[in-house]
């Protein structure tokens, strides 16, 4: 016999915590399904970097300090944080031999961070801990080491097997993140268009030498791209890289980024990788649904949409998708319109904005010379303002180097100019291999 509940969440992320947070606090039997072990251990790599101080899809999160909450005056409400922090001023992108094109003068930035800061480097572990204990306080139940392996649907109701037992309610609400096996099970990702497995391994680490370190910085080198994270810890910062292929050896090109790449090795001098900060992750990257919703199941979050959505954001799906459900059932409109709130909601700031976006598949040295790419990120020449927001950041290098940009290039360097429509002529080869090289089996 199923367990019969008002709503069943499942995953315990961000997303899932605030659901059942804000659905216990509006008076539904709810229970939140979590396969891992200890609900609020960080196992994957993730930067815990958390945007503040930015709209993006349409949300705000801003940070206060004094009160130790991480608001949202979009939707109206808070979430605890009171754990240590530091403060993030934007991105830096950096070419192989070092130039770079700021988004942000860090060095000015830092003088008044509470004003000039875009993110908080947060311990995401504090984080889900006091969502946790605010969905126990609310009166959820939340069930470690239940690992979701069947959904059935029908007449109204929505029944998940978890380590043979089974939870049943009108709807269930997926927030089981990046590789939702819900979305896979209840047929979500069939006609979804798959793009690509990327495989992310990031390190910890501690006393890096340079001066600006404030930021997400992006280094480009003849491996591709390595992110440096500031942490939560001073002096400690994430180092990450990421590969589509699945003959890299990740450890293999983080070692030779640290010890023996040509400009970045020099910041890493003093520097120490802490045992205990290795995590990495395999995501398979999906289009972002058009609709979330099949037979009263809800997705939300990374779940629905292309590879992820970041921590402020997953919680603000959580916070409408309970919503609607709660109205959902207090109108006693158990199917989609009873949910309507959050489809459109969704529509509106996220899928009518980015989904129809495709992963680019562009890997720029491949084609260019070090010192193409170094003339590339040298040229525009000026501080842009400071950003966490990677939409802003995407559409702001499309400004940058499309129209007269371009034609810059065209006249000073026509040499670039002619590898980088050749690099683009070839997008559509790329992909597909990519796609080609991706996790089989991942329907
Ligand atoms: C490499 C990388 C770095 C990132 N760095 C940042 C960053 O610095 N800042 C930022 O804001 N965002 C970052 N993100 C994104 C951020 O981690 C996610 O957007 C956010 O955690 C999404 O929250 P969620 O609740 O939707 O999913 P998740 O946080 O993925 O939570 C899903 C939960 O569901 C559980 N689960 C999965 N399957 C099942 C199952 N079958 N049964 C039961 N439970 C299940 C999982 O164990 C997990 O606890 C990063 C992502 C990646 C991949």
């Known amino acids: 016999m ?5 709503l069943v969440i499942v995953g315990a992320g961000p997303a899932g915590l605030m ?18 072990t200890n609900i609020c251990s960080v196992r994957r790599f993730d930067g815990g970097v958390c945007a503040i101080n930015e709209y993006t ?3 705000l999160a801003l940070f206060n300090e ?3 909450r991480i608001s949202f005056p979009v939707g109206g409400f808070s979430v605890r944080y009171d754990g240590p922090y530091t403060n993030v001023f934007g991105f830096h992108l950096y070419s192989p031999g070092g130039k770079r094109l700021c988004f942000g003068d860090w060095k000015k930035l830092r003088n008044d961070p509470a004003k000039n800061r875009v993110a908080i480097a947060l311990n995401k572990e504090i984080l889900l801990q006091r969502m946790l204990e605010d969905c126990l306080a609310m009166g959820a139940e939340v069930l470690p080491n239940v690992n979701v392996t069947a959904v059935k649907t029908g007449n ?8 043979g037992e089974e939870y049943e309610a009108p709807f269930v609400i997926a927030a089981d993140g990046a590789n939702s096996r819900v979305a896979r099970l209840v047929g979500f990702n069939k006609e979804r268009e798959f793009f690509a ?7 910890e680490v501690e006393g890096m030498d340079y001066d600006e370190l404030n930021g997400f910085i992006i280094a480009l080198t003849q491996h591709g791209f390595y992110s440096i994270l500031p942490c939560y810890k001073e002096g400690v910062h994430h180092v990450g890289h990421l590969t589509h292929d699945y003959s890299v050896d990740l450890h293999a090109t983080m070692q030779w980024f640290i010890r023996e790449s040509p400009v970045f090795s020099s910041w890493f001098q003093k520097a120490r990788v802490c045992e205990t900060g290795l995590t990495g992750c395999v995501v398979n990257v999906y289009r972002a649904l058009a609709d979330p919703f099949k037979d009263n199941v809800i997705l939300v979050s990374d779940a629905t949409w292309i590879q992820e959505v970041s921590i402020p954001i997953a919680i603000c799906f959580g916070w409408k998708v309970a919503n609607a459900v709660t109205m959902a059932l207090h109108d006693g409109k158990i199917n989609r319109e009873g949910v309507q709130s959050y489809l459109e ?5 996220f899928y009518q904005q980015y989904g129809g976006r495709k992963m680019v598949a562009i890997e720029l040295q491949k084609f260019l010379t070090n010192e193409a790419l170094d003339y590339l990120v040298e040229m525009p020449g000026k501080v842009f303002p400071q950003t966490m927001d990677f939409h802003y950041l995407f559409h702001m290098l499309g400004e940058i180097y499309g129209g007269e940009g371009m034609l810059r290039i065209s006249e000073e360097r026509p040499d670039i100019m002619e590898k980088l429509i050749e690099a683009r002529a070839q997008m559509a080869e790329a992909a597909e291999e990519r796609r080609k090289k991706g996790f089989p089996g991942r329907q």
């Open 2 to 6: 199923a367990i019969k509940y008002d």
């Open 19 to 36: 659901a059942g947070k804000v659905a216990a606090e509006n008076g539904l039997r709810v229970v939140i399904l979590e396969r891992k």
């Open 57 to 59: 899809f349409g949300q």
């Open 66 to 68: 004094r009160g130790k």
């Open 156 to 163: 109204n109701r929505v029944t998940v097997t978890g380590n």
């Open 197 to 203: 497995t990327s495989r992310h391994i990031g390190y």
């Open 345 to 349: 909601w969704y529509d509106k700031n």
